[in-house]
């Protein structure tokens, strides 16, 4: 990702109180995950027209940026107010898109497994 560009992956963002009910969720089926404190959001890298999590936003308050978007790339020894929740490794830099999918609908933003209302 060169200069925080979205470049062939999508970004997925949700609020940070949903972000880590969802990366519980996950647990090692997630990839590299970025928390922007500053936003209060948290940002999947899938790969690219992950068309799942496409459906999934027009049900429930997910971001999903794609190509010309831009997100800041935390370095790797930040730890405020960008930071990497999840650090990429290379064998862990995406996540699935119909794991991730799963674990929002499970969660839910209310915490209950449904949309808010």
Known sequence: MAAGQVHGRDAVRLS????HRVLGEL??????VIHDQLNNVCYWLVPASASPVRHLAEEYPVGVLGDGSSIAVPGPLRQ?????????????ILT???ALCTAIVA???????RPAP
Not at 16 to 19: L, N, P, V
Not at 27 to 32: H, I, L
Not at 107 to 113: C, R
């Open 16 to 19: 940070d109180t949903w972000g």
């Open 27 to 32: 647990g090692e089926k997630t990839g590299a």
């Open 80 to 92: 405020r107010p960008l930071a990497w929740r999840v650090e990429p490794r290379l064998d862990r």
């Open 96 to 98: 699935c898109p119909h």
């Open 107 to 113: 969660v839910g933003p209310s915490g209950n497994g």
